[in-house]
């Protein structure tokens, strides 16, 4: 038996008017779900536990298996962890996005912030920006590290977890009231607009009409971070294929092995049927149990307020990876089961995480099942599955 979860980063929303009251995920057309879903558990799970922020960070963690709860440590640890940082347990890692700030005369402090990702900018691009922030700001104390597009890390030695703003919880906000009460860390962001405002690489970006990625932005505190191994845990050996940091150091934590997919970037661009195939061979030649495939686009779109180009990235999911899944699978004759679903809602309505629980898809190729229901949130709200702990999800996959 194989275990594959197909996860669609934010792909949960709300009904929209201009959708005739249907959410992205109901107006879709997605025919590899559709088949599956009449032979399938279809229900709804709450990835976040009460009290706790939904980020990525914690609602992937609870898909994966380990409860937020008792295992969650900060964000930036994580992503620190696929960097290839060390961290002493008196360090403080922060997550550094380099964002997209208002270019206009104001102070700092009256900014707005317009894009949590500077355009989904390269990391090509951001390695060069964030060579410029090293060279002015890294000491003894701070130190920087580059990671993928606009997501990035630093080291705080001997600091604390200090509270922090999300950047993609206040787009299009005035920053002021959200800029971190620590002193140092508020300097070092405005420095970094000094540094990167009018950087040959943004003045290049700004004549592309793309957005500057003109200051860095901190968030996400955390200490070291300490997994139980996933094949001790669940006795499956597991694989990892993520563009992001953030799901790569959870599988460097858990030792789970990271996949490298050429092509592959987080964005509605990745290589989708990249994905799809280093799955299925890690599944089928490469000796592996189970397979996290994490698809991170449907998040930005809802990030970015674009209800056309989220809608696209679910149908891109469906065709270009569970569908080629679910075929090669099937041929190969070997018996799978597969958990389809999100971590997180990511509502067009208001571009950023909710703790409102989301719809899964258990479908196991051996089932004769035959229900009604198809994958949205209506139908697993009409299902009547409610699971209460979201981490325990993957016991129910894994049986």
């Not at 959708?19 to 279809?42: F, N, V």
């Not at 208001?350 to 719809?359: D, E, G, N």
Request: with cysteine.
């Amino acid at each position: 038996m194989k275990y594959i979860v197909v996860l669609g980063d934010g792909m949960a929303d709300e009904p929209i008017e201009e959708l005739d009251g249907k959410t992205p995920l109901e107006y879709a057309k997605t025919p590899a779900m559709d088949r599956i879903a009449q032979k399938s558990e279809i229900g709804l799970a709450h990835t976040i536990p009460e009290g706790m922020k939904p980020g990525s960070d914690t609602a992937n963690l609870a898909v994966l298996g380990y409860n937020p709860k008792k295992y969650y440590t900060g964000r930036s640890p994580l992503e620190a962890l696929s960097i290839g940082v060390p961290m002493k347990e008196t360090d403080i890692a922060i997550r550094c996005n380099i964002v997209t700030l208002s270019d206009d005369e104001l102070p700092y402090e009256e900014k707005t912030i317009i894009d949590h990702s500077s355009s989904e900018i390269s990391t090509e691009d951001a390695a060069i920006l964030m060579e410029a922030v090293q060279k002015e700001l890294n000491n003894n104390i701070y130190k920087f590290y580059v990671g993928t597009s606009y997501r990035h890390l630093t080291i705080w030695a001997g600091g604390e977890v200090v509270e922090l703003t999300p950047p993609h919880d206040i787009l299009g906000r005035v920053i002021g009231e959200y800029l971190p009460q620590d002193n140092a860390l508020r300097d070092m962001m405005k420095k970094s607009y000094d540094i990167l405002n009018n950087h040959p690489i943004n003045i290049e970006r700004a004549k592309k009409g793309l957005n500057k990625a003109n200051s860095i932005w901190f968030w996400g505190a955390g200490t070291r971070p300490a997994l139980d191994s996933f094949e001790s845990k669940f006795h499956k050996k597991g694989a990892m294929i993520s563009a992001v940091d953030l799901l790569k150091g959870i599988a460097v934590g858990a030792d789970m092995h990271n996949i490298n997919v050429e092509g592959a970037d987080g964005t509605l661009e990745t290589n989708w049927e990249g994905k799809a195939e280093a799955a299925v061979k890690a599944l089928l030649y490469d000796n592996c149990d189970f397979v996290y495939i994490h698809m991170e686009a449907p998040d930005e779109m809802g990030h970015q307020g674009s209800l056309e180009r989220k809608i696209k990235a679910i149908e891109y999911l469906d065709e270009r990876v569970l569908d080629i899944v679910l075929k090669k699978m099937d041929a190969s004759g070997e018996d799978y089961r597969i958990l389809l679903m999100p971590d997180h809602p990511t509502p067009i309505s208001c571009r950023t995480h909710t703790s409102a629980p989301v719809p899964y898809m258990l479908y196991d190729s051996r089932s004769d099942k035959d229900t009604s229901l198809f994958y949205n949130e209506a139908d697993a709200v009409k299902s009547g599955i409610v699971i209460k702990d979201g981490y325990k999800l993957m016991e129910r996959l894994l049986v």
